[in-house]
């Protein structure tokens, strides 16, 4: 199968600890997204990439998140020094060129304690 | 702004039984809609899209979806439930700069 993957699935860490996610999107997907999803909400955009470059951040994203996309292929999301209130899931969802269909992975699962 | 919003946080049905779960948006052009569905622990799937044309769309697992630009709204629906539809389901708009907005979801459960 060769949908997207995100590694890990869950993560628990201490407050004040960095932690970072990977994404795999589908082979040929020039379009990378990520969204947070808190519960009882809805997928939150926080911020997409065409090839390597990064087009757009959310507000969401504090100065304490960071991802890249170095090669254009897989993406890492970070969050510096994290906080009880990062606790939420994690979606990458990747789309070709342009179309608004995107497909999401299964998340990662953030909980900070 | 574009926004989405989903009515009905939970909906109850009885399996066989058809099914409407009710969405509305807000988007100045005409709009891209989506219908995905979420199962516990996991990821978005598309069940169905609406981008031009038929305002009456097809999906996956027997879905379908009315555009209605007069009353702002994309009705998902089906005519009959099976045990394995329950889960979250979300509606969400597209923009022009292809980000997506997504509505609070509403949680389906089926009773027996």
């Known amino acids: 199968d060769t949908g997207v993957s995100q590694d890990p699935r869950h993560k628990i860490t201490k407050r004040g600890q960095n932690v970072t996610f990977r994404c795999d999107p589908i082979?040929?997907?020039?379009?990378l997204y990520w969204y947070r999803q808190t519960l009882g909400q809805g997928p939150e955009f926080l911020t997409y990439f065409q090839n390597e470059a990064q087009l757009e951040k959310s507000r969401l994203l504090s100065d304490r998140f960071s991802a890249e996309r170095p090669k254009g292929s897989f993406s890492t999301l970070e969050i510096q020094r994290t906080e009880q209130g990062d606790s939420a899931m994690y979606l990458c969802?990747?789309?070709?060129?342009?179309?608004?269909?995107?497909?999401f992975g299964p998340g990662t699962r953030l909980t900070v304690t | 702004a574009q926004s989405v919003t989903q009515p009905d946080i939970h909906i109850t049905v009885s399996e066989g039984a058809s099914l409407e779960l009710r969405c509305n948006y807000s988007?100045?052009?005409?709009?891209?809609l989506f219908w995905y569905v979420q199962s516990p622990g996991q990821g978005l799937q598309l069940l169905l899209k609406?981008?031009?044309?038929?305002?009456l769309v097809q999906g996956i697992k027997g879905f379908e979806a009315e555009f209605k630009r007069s009353q702002s709204s994309f009705n998902l629906r089906k005519p009959s439930v099976h045990w394995s539809d329950a889960a979250e389901y979300f509606c969400a708009v597209g923009a022009g700069d292809d980000k997506i907005i997504f509505g609070k979801g509403t949680r389906l459960h089926i009773l027996p």
């Open positions: 609406y981008f031009s044309g038929d305002t």
């Open positions: 082979s040929e997907h020039n379009r």
């Open positions: 988007y100045g052009a005409t709009p891209y």
């Open positions: 969802a990747s789309s070709p060129n342009r179309a608004l269909e995107q497909y």
